[in-house]
């Protein structure tokens, strides 16, 4: 017989990061919004659903980085397990440590803040998640003197919600890559003993290649990580600030069997940009690459996605060695899959701007030709089938209008190429809570033209990759027609929107 | 926790002068740490002199963690509103927070434990810089 409190620690998360979102990973963006013209209730089913569980709660697909976390501690000897966050219930008696992990705990990580600030309705996630640690359980769990560890990429929001800190009663935040400090942490935790408040994980603690675990169960929808870091130090990122480092094969392909074992059949490969696994510096080596993605067809017999990959790489590699067309044609596009998703960051069309804060993300082209790179590598992804969803960001230091129009130019030119573009605002910490300055003071009518330009590029392309590409699947007919429904309603919401904005925002 | 664990712990006591308590509480990324004491009793102007400590002691002595001590009588967690953007400013070491209490009796207890070497920040009004300075140890005052 199975015994249901037997896991002394238990890692979980809110709904709307523990959902598979259909299948369908681009969906759990719209976990990032407000419930626009829907109720909250079909919102989160459209964005994430729940997800199927065994006896115990455990979620048969969860997060990667809590799969990581309980990967680390299992193997430590601890009874660790994730749990869906509607069955943590069932745990109460065993636990001793709660630990729960976010993207983006309190919607102040792009894109969720645009949309807030946007909209001045606070985004789905941020109230699930707050929903979830007010939870009966979660105060059950503290009471009983649980002791409650938060972390993952959003750990540093936990800085901005003091209050809310206080009523949940957490006991450490742990901001970075936890892998080498948190056996130690749970130890200490299940020992009883007294905890720092906030642990900020450094260069020199990043875990060694030995030091991360392999996942134990699937994780949502076949992700994967190939390799951490990136060495093109853009002034914005902290990913760069830490050790580039490419997981071997062998431990790739043990992950991607965990997750076909558990009934996924796709794959979607974690990197900062896939195309420097196995690199030579900022340049693609297009043996590594090919082996990946051989090892990875060679199980994967669904789909296979890139999370993000850079321009320049894009370029290079198909410039130099035809690499993305001999990757899509033998590789990606083949039975199970029409064509291919990424992530990519254009942040802005002003080789001027792109010089002062991403000198190298054009490497090994100068950032002079940043916006040739861009555009060509846009080429390059639309005559392979490959649909970026990339994101630009509005009021960089340094930006001036020069820079913005610049920017606008490049999204006129960008039109031809299927892809959706996603604003992003460079925000001081505090804005959320005061849009009127927002709109005020830092949107001027330039941001608003771009903006315009960008959405209708989007919405233009959104509905030509709805009818030809995604959601093609008849059980995801509902959630097609309803995805359309919304376009529509954006549309005419802007149509309404842009004239009040205009009026609102400084020249 | 087990004596096999406990007897390593003790071995990395070369790290931390004085004290096993300090040992036994600490993470161990702690103990291989340089420890800061920032007593906190208003904004923290010193932010600069804290960030600047810390480089010249990752340069002249290769530390790449720190542990910062708060004694605070804005209380926890809510003195970390007054450390954020130091926190945010740190990216090249690992930090530890440990919120070490509100009063003097506090701090004159935490350094007792601490090695001789760390650091101290405080306001140069505090009454309480005679007795810090009887006991030898790098006060940065603001
Ligand atoms: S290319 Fe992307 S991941 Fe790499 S440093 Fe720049 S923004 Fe960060």
């Given at each position: 017989m199975i015994d249901v409190t037997s896991y002394e620690v238990v890692i979980t998360s809110d709904r709307t990061m523990m959902s598979n979102h259909h299948g369908k990973?681009?969906?759990?963006?719209?976990?990032?919004?407000?419930?626009v013209g829907l109720p909250e209730k079909l919102w989160m089913w459209l964005a994430a659903p729940k997800i199927k569980v065994d006896g115990e709660g455990r979620p048969i697909e969860a997060p990667y980085g809590l799969r990581k976390i309980e990967a680390k501690l299992i193997d430590a000897g601890f009874r660790a397990a994730v749990i869906d966050p509607d069955h943590i219930h069932k745990h109460l008696d065993g636990m001793k440590v709660l630990m729960v992990g976010h993207h983006d705990f309190f919607a102040y990580g792009p894109p969720s803040n645009e949309w807030w600030l946007i909209t001045g309705e606070e985004p789905v996630n941020r109230l699930s998640f707050m929903r979830f640690m007010r939870s009966e359980t979660v105060r059950k769990a503290k009471a009983k003197g649980v002791k409650v560890i938060a972390g993952g990429p959003?750990?540093?929001?936990w800085l901005w919600e003091l209050d809310f800190w206080r009523e949940c009663g957490i006991d450490v935040v742990v901001d970075g890559e936890a892998e080498r400090v948190i056996v130690d942490l749970v130890r200490k935790a299940l020992d009883g003993e007294e905890l720092p408040n906030y642990v900020f994980v450094g260069p020199a603690d990043t875990p060694s290649i030995d030091e991360i675990p392999v996942i134990k169960a699937a994780s949502v929808n076949g992700l994967i990580e190939v390799m951490r870091g990136?060495?093109?130090?853009?002034?914005?990122?902290?990913?760069?600030l830490r050790p580039l480092r490419f997981i071997p094969l062998d431990k790739i392909e043990k992950e991607i069997l965990v997750n076909i074992k558990s009934g996924i059949t796709n794959a979607i490969l974690h990197s900062?940009?896939?195309?420097?696994?196995?690199?030579d510096g900022i340049k693609p080596r297009p043996e590594a690459v090919i082996k990946l993605h051989e090892m990875v067809r060679k199980h994967v017999k669904g789909s296979i996605a890139w999370s993000h990959a850079s321009l320049a790489s894009i370029k290079y590699a198909e410039d130099n060695f035809k690499l993305i067309s001999r990757l899509a044609s033998e590789?990606?596009?083949?039975?199970?899959?029409n064509f291919l998703g990424v992530e990519v960051g254009i942040?802005?069309?002003s080789p001027r701007l792109a010089e002062i804060i991403?000198?190298?993300?054009s490497a090994p082209y100068p950032a002079s030709m940043w916006p040739e790179v861009v555009e060509d590598s846009f080429r390059i992804m639309h005559e392979n089938t490959i649909i970026p969803a990339a994101t630009l960001i509005i009021?960089?230091?340094?930006?001036?209008s020069y820079d913005v129009v610049k920017t606008a130019e490049l999204i006129d030119k960008l039109r031809p190429y299927r892809s959706i573009i996603v604003p992003m605002f460079f925000v001081p910490m505090g804005v959320l809570k005061n849009r009127d300055w927002f709109k005020k003071?830092?949107?001027t009518s330039d941001h608003i033209d771009l903006m315009i330009r960008i959405v209708n590029h989007t919405l233009y392309w959104a509905e030509d990759i709805m009818n030809k590409?995604?959601?093609?699947?008849?059980?995801l007919t509902p959630l097609r027609f309803l995805l359309k429904l919304f376009i529509q309603y954006v549309k005419w919401r802007l149509s309404r929107l842009v004239p009040v904005i205009e009026a609102t925002t400084h020249r | 926790m087990s004596l096999i664990v406990k007897c390593l712990k003790h071995l990395n006591i070369i790290y931390v002068r004085n004290v096993q308590n300090l040992v036994i509480e600490m993470l161990d990324i702690e103990l291989k740490s340089h420890h800061m004491v920032i007593v906190l009793?208003?904004?923290?102007?010193g932010l600069e002199m804290v960030l600047r400590n810390m480089a010249e002691l990752s340069i002249?002595?290769?530390?790449?963690r720190f542990v910062i001590h708060v004694i605070s009588t804005y209380g926890n967690p809510y003195y970390l509103e007054k450390l954020r953007y130091l926190l945010q400013s740190i990216t090249s070491y690992t930090v530890v927070v440990r919120y070490e209490g509100s009063s003097s009796s506090d701090l004159l207890k935490l350094i007792n434990k601490l090695p001789s070497d760390s650091s101290i920040f405080i306001r140069?009004?505090?009454?309480l810089i005679d007795a810090l300075k009887e006991r030898g140890l790098n006060i940065y005052l603001w």
């Open positions: 990973e681009f969906l759990g963006f719209l976990a990032t919004g407000p419930a959003a750990a540093w929001q990136c060495p093109r130090g853009c002034k914005f990122c902290s990913v760069t900062e940009d896939v195309l420097l696994y196995g690199g590789y990606l596009l083949t039975e199970g899959q942040e802005t069309g991403m000198p190298a993300k009021g960089l230091p340094g930006e001036n003071q830092y949107l590409f995604y959601l093609r699947e008849p059980y | 009793d208003s904004d923290l102007d002249k002595n290769g530390f790449r140069r009004d505090s009454p």
